[in-house]
């Protein structure tokens, strides 16, 4: 009884703990401003519930005048290039007040909400066909998308090539979680094995009652 209760308790433990650990996730998104579209993945971990910090991304871009695949890329020293010597600026922190957003302080998903990207803050910014964003250099060009608001989205890429200003759609779809579901599945069979046989055991070694 005291093997079964030790076991029971470890893979209850490990239940309770594996959600916590396997907390990386990641979507594919859609953004839509008539016959632009830009579709793509984002990665991210948990923050809070409904809450999710990206740390990477991809994205391909058609419908525009400026094309092609790409990555998400952070925020350096507060600009953003997009080629042609265009730059954004200024980007609003989460923290508030006179602070600017670094890195990709700003890219924090909202699955299942709506805007998904906060509409005072929240913004993506990508790389596209190996643009350097921090320096202006290379070919290809930055884009950035952010939300107006509830289904409102806007954007603005290379030297004005791209420039969707509102009234864009911008949906995610959770991309199952494979490996999680895989290791529920093998904890749960452990359990009952180790019950079933720790019982027969017990059943073998005890006298019968007559």
């Known amino acids: 009884m005291k093997k079964l209760s030790l076991i029971s308790l470890a893979i209850a433990t490990a239940l309770a703990i594996s959600p916590t650990v396997l907390t990386a996730?990641?979507?594919?998104?859609?953004?839509?401003?008539?016959?632009?579209?830009?579709?793509?993945?984002?990665?991210g971990t948990y923050i809070a519930p409904g809450e999710y910090q990206l740390t990477g991304g991809t994205i391909d871009l058609t419908g525009s005048a400026m094309n092609g695949t790409g990555i998400l890329v952070p925020i350096e020293n507060?600009?953003?290039?997009?080629?042609?010597?265009?730059?954004?600026?200024?980007?609003?922190?989460?923290a508030g007040g006179s602070n600017w957003a670094t890195g990709l302080e700003d890219a924090v998903l909202f699955p299942n909400q709506d805007p998904q990207l906060n509409a005072q803050w929240?913004?993506?910014?990508?790389?596209?066909?190996?643009?350097?964003?921090?320096?202006?250099?290379?070919?290809?060009?930055?884009?950035?998308?952010?939300?107006?608001g509830p289904d409102n989205y806007g954007g603005f890429g290379?030297?004005?090539?791209?420039?969707?200003?509102?009234?864009?759609?911008f949906t995610t779809t959770l991309v199952p979680e494979g490996g999680a579901a895989l290791l529920y599945l093998l904890l749960a069979g452990a359990g009952c094995f180790f019950a079933i046989f720790f019982r027969?055991?017990?059943?073998?070694?005890?006298?019968?009652?007559?």
């Open 122 to 148: 929240g913004a993506l910014t990508f790389a596209i066909g190996g643009f350097n964003t921090s320096t202006g250099q290379g070919p290809g060009a930055g884009l950035a998308i952010w939300s107006n």
């Open 200 to 210: 027969s055991r017990n059943e073998v070694g005890s006298p019968a009652l007559t």
């Open 25 to 43: 996730q990641t979507w594919d998104f859609t953004f839509t401003s008539g016959s632009v579209v830009a579709t793509g993945t984002l990665t």
């Open 158 to 169: 290379g030297n004005w090539a791209f420039n969707v200003g509102s009234g864009a759609s």
């Open 78 to 94: 507060n600009l953003f290039y997009t080629g042609g010597g265009t730059e954004l600026f200024n980007f609003p922190s989460p």
